[in-house]
């Protein structure tokens, strides 16, 4: 088998591990819940008859497969997973495909956005900072470090809140009420992406650093390359391969933080119908969602895995 | 007082984002020790004339819809946002080393699939993992404590897998296993109190994003349950008031802000301390940035080339 072929295989049993490990956490936790979780479906809906009660009881068991032995519960929990087939809602009686697919595309719309905002700022701004204080301008790389670590350790939701004060309340540069254009998810998009992009900025302007003194910019620059020769085609390239291997660790942290700030933003998305239901007891939802979010991470890293390996063939063989 | 232990606080003394960060803590510990017995009756005494009231000479963040001081509600919920997040810090260490340690003692296969299981632990987003552990136990301030404790214990155990990793390798403890020592002396005397410097700094690292992450739960209505009464001065914590705040946004934006600051200021101020104490145990961090930029290898031969 080639290189590739090797690679590949071994990221992809990963992504089958990570997902199996996922699955049984999930599994693990809703057993895991003291009391009867049936007992608390159909507590949610009330004025029945004791027969109907009985009888509603026996179907939240067979819905939750609680009627079968615990490892055939595992087995069924693992089909449910790989079909993601979660049954339905304990409190709408939806089924839980189509709340979430209903719900996705906000959050999806966010971590997208918030990914972009933490790429487009946080790349360039650290390849600009490091080529300022390549060896000179102490003051500026003292007032960066500084300025980033605070921008970057103010959780999401400080920031949109903040944000909001003063974007919306204040300055009006924003509408208060939402009204469906590209426009609503500027703001939140900023307010998800400028912590992770000065945490990215911060490791970008050490690369870049590193990459300047390497005898190979020094050649170009000996030969008069123009500038935007030598930093779109020496420095450039060089740096993107660890500053994408840090944008998909902090992507997990931006998934989190998207989770948290939906609410502010008065979005119907996966992260404020998942702290619903977390509220209320909804199981099936709580498991289908948690899993996506896992799942995206574990896709998302291998993603940037493969890229990386295209880039730089060398990350291969190190892992 | 030893040399080695002036030089130490003139590393720590030389850093002032150290000083602040320890200045800091200190006011923040202070405000949590006598907040709630000083600023609890203000902070509970209800005024329906002055309902959202903006700032105000007597109300610096304004009130809440009860017409409670809200700067008064802030610094009373310093207490608790310290309290749980020292709690979740505990949990967090104690579990991850232990863990750290058992992984790293067993060597071989099984210690691989460890190192995957704490790697892909690591990886999850810790809000949904404490989401995760929340569902299953009752919803409150011990739940959450438990909660992010669960969610950051990996961090501490992938630091003592790969501290020890690092430390196991080295001649002295090859000498302890010649000697015949256990696994676990070994472990413990040779290889954790080696380690000992590095896990303060995390623990100190962590303190803030583990107070972060309890408001995060708090404001999400998943942590502190707020009480009528007596009580109510002892559960206020930090992310309860935000959840408020941002509700009466629109009405006393101020009183959002507050706490905002105010979990945004704690979170930094661990974050300055860590540092500060980073560079006391690692003194190459210091160095490295008392070092000229250009490599000296780099420069001597240039000039021997010239």
Redesign the interface.
């Known amino acids: 088998m080639t290189n590739w072929g090797r690679f590949i295989l071994r990221r992809l049993i990963r992504v089958v591990v990570v997902s199996l490990v996922l699955l049984t956490a999930t599994f693990a936790a809703v057993r895991l819940v003291p009391g009867d979780p049936a007992q608390k479906i159909i507590g949610m809906t009330t004025d029945r008859t004791p027969a109907e009660q009985a009888k509603a009881l026996a179907r939240a068991h067979r819905d939750l497969h609680l009627d079968r032995p615990l490892v055939v519960q595992y087995f069924e929990n693992l089909r449910d997973g790989m079909t993601f087939d979660f049954g339905r809602s304990f409190q709408t009686n939806q089924e839980v495909r189509s709340v979430i697919g209903d719900r996705i595309g906000s959050t999806l719309r966010l971590a997208a956005g918030g990914t972009i905002v933490m790429l487009v700022v946080g790349v360039p701004l650290g390849v600009i900072i490091g080529a300022l204080t390549n060896g000179r301008r102490r003051w500026l790389e003292t007032v960066f470090s500084g300025l980033s670590g605070f921008i970057g350790s103010i959780p999401p939701y400080v920031v949109a809140v903040v944000g909001i004060y003063f974007f919306v309340n204040m300055w009006s540069i924003f509408p208060r009420i939402p009204d469906g254009s590209l426009l609503d998810d500027v703001l939140p998009s900023l307010v998800l992406g400028v912590g992770p992009a000065f945490l990215l900025a911060r490791v970008v302007r050490i690369d870049t650093l590193d990459v300047l003194n390497q005898d190979y910019v020094r050649t170009a620059r000996s030969k008069w390359l123009s500038v935007r020769r030598l930093y779109g085609r020496d420095v450039l390239p060089n740096v993107l391969t660890p500053a994408l291997t840090i944008a998909g660790v902090l992507f997990a942290s931006l998934l989190g933080g998207a989770v948290v700030v939906e609410g502010i933003f008065g979005r119907n998305g996966l992260g404020s119908t998942l702290i619903n239901a977390v509220q209320i007891g909804d199981y099936p939802l709580v498991s289908a969602i948690s899993l996506l979010f896992g799942f995206a991470v574990v896709v998302v890293n291998t993603v940037v895995d493969l890229t990386l390996a295209a880039i730089d063939p060398r990350t291969m063989v190190a892992t | 007082m030893t040399r080695r232990k002036r030089s130490r606080i003139r590393a720590f003394a030389g850093t002032p984002?150290g000083i602040a960060g320890l200045v800091l803590l200190g006011v923040l510990v202070v405000v949590a020790a006598i907040g709630p017995s000083v600023w609890g009756d203000k902070a509970t005494a209800t005024d329906y004339l002055h309902l959202y009231s903006p700032t105000t000479g007597s109300h610096f963040l304004g009130t809440d819809g009860s017409g409670r001081d809200l700067f008064a509600r802030t610094l009373v919920g310093t207490r608790l946002s310290l309290l749980l997040a020292t709690g979740s810090v505990a949990i967090a260490s104690v579990l991850g080393v232990l863990l750290g340690a058992g992984v790293a003692s067993v060597g071989g296969r099984v210690q691989r699939i460890g190192a995957?299981?704490i790697d892909?632990w690591l990886?999850?987003?810790?809000?949904?993992l404490s989401?995760?552990?929340?569902?299953?136990l009752e919803?409150g301030a011990g739940a959450a404590m438990i909660a992010v404790g669960l969610s950051f214990a990996p961090f501490f155990a992938r630091l003592t897998l790969t501290s020890a990793a690092a430390v196991a390798s080295q001649d002295f403890v090859s000498a302890g296993r010649l000697l015949g020592l256990s696994r676990r002396r070994l472990t413990t005397r040779y290889v954790l109190s080696n380690i000992i410097d590095q896990l303060v700094v995390a623990i100190f690292s962590t303190f803030?994003q583990c107070l972060?992450a309890i408001?995060?739960l708090s404001?999400?209505?998943?942590g502190v349950q707020p009480l009528v009464g007596a009580q109510e001065r002892f559960s206020i914590d930090w992310g309860v008031l935000?959840d408020q705040?941002?509700k009466n946004?629109?009405a006393a934006?101020a009183g959002?802000?507050g706490p905002?600051?105010a979990?945004?200021i704690a979170?930094?101020a661990f974050?300055w301390f860590g540092d500060g104490l980073a560079r006391i145990f690692n003194p190459r961090l210091t160095l490295r940035r008392l070092t000229?930029?250009?490599?000296p290898t780099?420069q001597t031969q240039t000039e021997s080339a010239t």
Do not use: D, K, M
């Open positions: 984002t995957t299981v892909t990886g999850f987003p810790s809000i949904l989401v995760l552990v929340i569902t299953v919803r803030g972060i408001s995060a404001f999400l209505g998943l935000l705040g941002v946004f629109s934006p959002a802000l905002a600051f979990i945004a979170g930094l974050g000229p930029r250009v490599e780099r």
